[in-house]
């Protein structure tokens, strides 16, 4: 038996391979049955043209495949560094499919991705111009894929950073533990009391209802008052000296809404989370909450009525509520007045306050204009504003601007403007006779 001419006599290998089988039909033309395999399985790989589609014929499988498949399949394999697998994905085919392709159509990662015929049958201007797209695209994978490496090696180092942060916590609280020397006893001089805390926290818009899918965070009437009252605590507790006396401008849109209908005091719908009832009462029992919060760390605390675009009407009726309750409390101090600026004289320093709404850039000269006895009396100037929450410094005319930042979520509205600020809130360390000794910074992530 002539194995040169049984390697080109297929039906008759076959034949034999049944009668003999594979290993035995090797040894009887005298060679490694490896070779008995090949060019059984090389002749049955062939391609049958269907028109639109190929009938792929592959080691006994057969499926049919369109053309444009095909040509994508070359495309992605040839002209992208897509591997085999993300080739496969792409292109929703199984892996011995792909295989079947890449042999039967013989596709090499180095064949061009058009086929000899594609070439004679198309524009040798239009494909230079897809050849140069293709190759755009494979620099543009390129680079994004370094600079996904590169993300992923700063990520890296962040990580590491942490980890030895960590190590080295340990390490100091180890010691520390284990430390059988003397520790000093050190001296904390008392300060003077001619100290003055201002607690500022405007925006709160208690009511307003924020759902975490639509704007990245949950925002209700108990996340508020929770809120609100971490504030206070937070700056309380970055105060190291003792104080006379707190101010506590209260208003400032204190409240999301201000009618019935749920509108702010221009009419303007908002997403509330209560009946208006139930948010007066919140507001309510939020102020007074504070304030007693308030007198355990200083003599007087001082009510400043602050009214909002938000909240007009309703933080006046809070207000006027709170000097009811107060009325025979000598450490509470309430301003209800409805005139819309108000001014403090702290020693040397003349702060006013107001939502910021209204004014414009008539805010930059009004404080002179308004009071002139206390301008003539005080070295330091500043006016305090809420109303755009954000973070906003500017000095103009001898006074300092602050706009300070909403302790609130955003709303959608907010949200779908585009605006980023962070929340957060401020306090404002006064010395009677230095200025402003300290700002304290709450910024809520």
């Known amino acids: 038996m002539d194995w040169e001419q049984l390697k080109n006599d297929i039906p008759r290998m076959r034949e034999l391979a049944d009668e003999y089988g594979i290993r035995g ?5 005298g060679v490694k049955h490896p070779a008995i395999i090949y060019h059984l399985n090389k002749n049955t790989e062939k391609k049958i043209d269907n028109g639109d589609s ?31 697998d993300e080739v496969c994905s792409k292109n929703n085919l199984p892996e011995w499919k792909f295989t079947a392709i890449k042999n039967v159509f013989n596709i090499k990662h180095s064949s061009p991705i058009w086929t000899e015929q594609e070439l004679m049958e198309n524009d040798p201007k239009e494909l230079a111009k ?13 680079k994004q894929g370094k600079q996904l490496n590169y993300y992923k090696k700063q990520i890296q180092k962040y990580w590491d950073k942490d980890y030895y942060f960590n190590k080295s916590d340990e390490a ?11 520790i000093p006893d050190f001296e904390v001089k008392e300060v003077n009391d001619e100290f003055v805390l201002e607690i500022n926290i405007p925006d709160l818009h208690l009511a307003r209802l924020c759902w975490k899918a639509e704007v990245g965070e949950n925002y209700d009437r108990k996340k508020a008052v929770k809120r609100f009252l971490e504030i206070i605590h937070k700056i309380i507790d970055r105060v190291n000296v003792k104080i006379d006396k707190i ?84 450490r509470v101090e309430i301003d209800d007045s409805p005139m819309l600026r108000k001014y403090r004289k702290i020693g040397v320093n003349l702060i006013g306050f107001s939502h910021g709404d209204k004014e414009g850039k008539n805010i930059y000269d009004i404080m002179h204009n308004e009071v002139p006895e206390l301008w003539g009396k005080t070295k330091y100037r500043e006016f305090h504003l809420g109303h755009i929450h954000t973070r906003e410094v500017r000095e103009k005319n001898g006074v300092i601007f602050r706009w300070i930042p909403s302790a609130a979520a955003k709303s959608s509205w907010e949200y779908n403007k585009g605006f980023t600020s962070m929340a957060g809130s401020r306090g404002y360390l006064w010395h009677r006779e230095g200025g402003l000794y300290n700002t304290i910074p709450i910024d809520l992530f």
């Open 247 to 330: 101010i506590f401008p209260l208003g400032h849109d204190f409240t999301n809404f201000d009618n019935i209908e749920g509108e702010t005091t221009q009419g303007t719908f908002q997403d509330n989370d209560s009946r208006w009832q139930k948010m007066i009462i919140t507001a309510q029992e939020l102020a007074v909450s504070a304030i007693e919060l308030m007198k355990q760390h200083a003599d007087i605390v001082d009510v400043i009525l602050v009214q909002g675009n938000h909240d007009w009407v309703t933080s006046f009726h809070v207000v006027r509520y709170l000097k009811g309750y107060y009325r025979n409390d000598d």
């Open 172 to 182: 100091a609280r180890e010691f520390w533990n284990n430390y059988q020397g003397d």
């Open 130 to 142: 897809l050849a140069t797209l293709q190759q755009q695209n494979l620099y543009f994978n390129e």
């Open 25 to 29: 039909l090797a040894r009887k033309v």
């Open 54 to 84: 190929w009938i792929v014929e592959y080691k006994n499988r057969e499926f049919e495949i369109s053309k444009k498949q095909i040509k994508q399949v070359r495309k992605d394999y040839c002209g992208s560094n897509l591997t085999i």
